[in-house]
């Protein structure tokens, strides 16, 4: 009697935690995780500017709406800086550029520690890796200022 009580109250516990909430997003193909696995992201981001070259190695990264159509893609990088992105997403597709078609995704703007980066010829490319459940991001971010953002991070989580 008591196992099959225990067996009951076993199943109505794991079949309340299975609720109806959606975790797929539909706009980028793979499931919302939880902010702990923004540290398991891997890459890095190298800027140049004139002869000297800095290498950023990602220490957490995450993608996160911030808007109707609007998203964040967040950088912290084993040095403390910190690299965000804000992009459009209108349409299927990877790649987001600045300056980009107002009708499509664009690459809205950049900023380095809080400093908003004078964007030219940019682009970011964000691809789901179904396999991981996770995205993988190429970044080349050119400035007035002859800088030069470039590099990829993979295993980016999709953050609510």
């Excluded at 159509?69 to 910190?82: C, I, K, P, R, V």
């Excluded at 597709?93 to 980009?100: I, K, M, Q, R, V």
């Excluded at 520690?113 to 964007?119: D, R, S, V």
């Excluded at 682009?123 to 991001?137: G, M, Y």
Aim: hydrophobic share 35%; glycine share 10%.
């Amino acid at each position: 009697m008591k196992t099959k009580l225990l067996l009951v109250v076993g199943l109505s516990v794991i079949l309340g935690a299975c609720g109806t909430e959606e975790t797929m997003s539909p706009q980028w193909g793979i499931d919302f995780s939880s902010e702990s696995t923004s540290g398991f992201a891997k890459g890095s981001v190298d800027q140049y500017h004139a002869e000297t070259k800095t290498s950023y190695i990602v220490k957490t990264a995450n993608l996160r709406s911030a808007g109707e159509d609007t998203y964040a893609l967040n950088y912290t990088f084993e040095s403390g800086d910190a690299l965000e992105l804000r992009i459009v997403k209108k349409v299927p597709g990877s790649d987001y550029a600045f300056p980009g078609d107002a009708g499509g995704n664009q690459l809205l703007s950049a900023s380095f520690n809080g400093q908003t980066l004078q964007l030219v010829d940019s682009k970011v490319s964000i691809l789901p890796r179904l396999d991981e459940n996770k995205l993988a991001t190429a970044t080349k971010l050119q400035t007035a200022e002859e800088v030069v953002f470039d590099g990829s991070i993979g295993r980016v989580p999709l953050v609510k």
